[in-house]
């Protein structure tokens, strides 16, 4: 079975700064994706960024960024240069051999200006 | 390009009433998904077709029926909802069956059932 922990109800940050999201996995399969989804308070689900479980490199895109380390199954997300549109949900997900979705409970994110 | 569309976008039920969410996607996508997300919580998968004609389900399956009606089209029913089936509805679809391949989402049903 696979589970997905975030384990920050919320988390507040400064307009420009970086923050990191923490999403930590378990999965007994040798193969599997790591995902990225953000929830505005519109309610659409957004993808942001993968991971895959043999990738060397973390994965990058825009302002976003994938802290994976796999020997301690984590993989946190971090946005750099934080912007009010940022506040939204953010959900980290898994997929494995059994090719579904599997969602943490999310962390909501507050950009002060 | 419409993407993943659903319908209704809102709807309010009362216990024992029965209907069906509508879900059509235009990506030529082999796998499609319903998940419920609840307050507070992740989505979680309801039900899945793999492929065409392919149905399985998920890790909250109970008081839901899915068909997959073409390779576009895949609905759920509900045949007599529950006050505990009251949450916002999610459906999906997904290119490939590898983990690599992301899942992109309609907008959403809110449903409430009193």
Same mark, same amino acid.
């Given at each position: 079975a696979?589970?997905?922990t975030?384990t920050?109800?919320?988390?507040?940050?400064?307009?420009?700064e970086a923050v990191?999201?923490?999403?930590?996995?378990?999965?007994s399969?040798p193969?599997?994706?790591?995902?990225?989804?953000?929830?505005p308070?519109?309610g659409?689900?957004i993808?942001?960024?993968?991971?895959g479980?043999?990738?060397?490199?973390?994965?990058?895109?825009?302002r976003?960024?994938?802290?994976?380390?796999?020997a301690r199954?984590?993989?946190?997300?971090?946005?750099s240069?934080?912007?009010?549109?940022?506040?939204a949900m953010?959900?980290?997900?898994m997929?494995g051999?059994?090719?579904?979705?599997?969602f943490?409970s999310?962390?909501?994110l507050?950009?002060?200006? | 390009n419409a993407?993943?569309?659903?319908?209704p976008?809102?709807q309010?039920l009362?216990?024992g009433?029965?209907?069906?969410?509508?879900c059509?996607?235009d990506?030529n996508?082999?796998?499609?998904?319903?998940y419920?997300?609840? =307050?507070g919580?992740?989505?979680?998968?309801?039900?899945?077709s793999?492929?065409?004609?392919?149905?399985?389900?998920?890790?909250? =399956?109970?008081?839901?029926?899915?068909?997959?009606l073409?390779?576009?089209?895949?609905?759920l029913?509900?045949?007599?909802?529950a =006050?505990?089936?009251?949450?916002?509805?999610f459906c999906a679809?997904?290119?490939?069956r590898?983990a690599?391949?992301e899942?992109y989402?309609? =907008?959403?049903?809110?449903?409430?059932?009193t």
């Open positions: 696979q589970k997905i975030q920050q109800p919320g988390m507040f940050v400064q307009e420009k990191t999201l923490d999403c930590t996995y378990d999965t399969d193969s599997y994706g790591l995902f990225w989804y953000k929830q308070s519109s659409e689900m993808f942001l960024i993968y991971q479980s043999y990738d060397q490199q973390n994965a990058t895109e825009g976003y960024s994938l802290n994976f380390q796999k199954k984590s993989a946190n997300l971090v946005i240069a934080s912007q009010l549109g940022d506040s953010y959900f980290c997900a997929k051999s059994a090719r579904q979705l599997t943490g999310g962390t909501q507050t950009v002060l200006p | 993407g993943v569309t659903q319908t976008k809102f309010v009362k216990t009433q029965s209907m069906t969410l509508q059509a996607q990506m996508h082999n796998s499609m998904y319903w419920r997300q609840d =307050p919580m992740g989505l979680r998968l309801i039900y899945y793999a492929s065409e004609g392919t149905t399985d389900k998920g890790e909250v =399956p109970n008081g839901y029926n899915v068909s997959r073409n390779k576009r089209e895949f609905s029913r509900l045949e007599s909802a =006050p505990s089936q009251t949450s916002v509805y679809s997904s290119n490939a590898g690599s391949y899942q989402f309609g =907008p959403g049903t809110r449903l409430t059932v």
